[in-house]
């Protein structure tokens, strides 16, 4: 019964990575750009869903609302102000640019509010509930619930919406799109607004689950999320699901068996692992690329 516990808390947890994962998934399936300020995203998602609860006495699902959508106007001007220029620049410059802008976030909300902590405060209901034994809260099912919603809402939009079509065609062949009167910028921004409200919405979810936030609460939690992606393949909107679901079972497991300080290493050997042994992750397909 212990085990079924952990593994509802372990697929709650993946669920976040998850969210986070697939905008650094939907990103580089489009620009094969790999944007590691998406973790600073979901903190700032996180604060604005604090201040939105604590500021305006909002309840959860709006302050969700509210992250979601400034999160994905915060997206869009990170592309058009720092990506868009380097759309044809070395992979390399691009890559330093989002370090640099990641770094620029953090240390920006640091001077605008301070580095102290943030404790978000109880809007989840707290109950919990005996299946076969085992005591699973509210929380955590209310959590995986609103993730897996978030997500089967962006498989609809992906596969059925006019949108989620371009975005298909700008990721299979860019000139093709634009030589058939697609909208290319426009296209990237959407990607870009997209993956950046999940990731807000990942950092409200954040907050409410585990109560304590500060501005560098994005850098682990991106990177984990950076190593769902690379598990499930990069590029691949299942992948990144499947991905962050099976690391944070993996975390959740690593620590019930008494290794917690183990559980952030756990995530890098599965990376390392995955280079290895299978680098194109669980959903990827090996392809020959001319250098």
Known sequence: MEWLQQLVNGISLGSIYALIALGYTMVYGIIKLINFAHGDVFMVGAFIGFYAITGWGLGFFPALIISMAACALFGVLIERIAYKRLRNATRIAALIT?????????????????????????????????????????????????????????????????????????????????????????????????????????????????????????????????????????????????????????????????????????????LILILIFKPAGIFGKNTKEKV
Request: charged fraction near 10%; proline fraction near 3%; hydrophobic fraction near 55%.
């Open 98 to 270: 989002a370090i640099g802008v990641s770094l620029l976030i953090e240390y920006g909300v640091i001077y605008i509010r301070g580095a102290q902590l943030e404790t978000y405060p109880s809007v989840l209901p707290t109950k919990t509930f005996d299946v076969f034994g085992a005591q699973i809260s509210s929380k955590s099912l209310l959590i995986l619930g609103v993730s897996i919603g978030l997500m089967l809402i962006l498989q609809f939009i992906v596969h059925k919406t006019k949108t989620g079509k371009a975005m298909r065609a700008v990721s299979h062949d860019m000139d093709a799109a634009r030589l058939m009167g697609i909208n290319v910028d426009r296209t990237i921004s959407a990607t870009f607004a997209i993956g950046s409200a999940l990731a807000g919405a990942a950092g409200v979810i954040f907050g409410a689950y585990y109560t304590k936030i500060e501005p560098l609460m994005g850098v682990i939690p991106g990177l984990k999320a950076f190593v769902a992606a690379v598990l499930g393949g990069i590029g691949i909107i299942p992948g990144a699901m499947v991905g962050g679901l099976l690391l944070g079972v993996v975390e959740t497991v690593v620590s019930a068996m008494g290794y917690s300080l183990w559980r952030d290493a756990a995530a890098f050997i599965i």
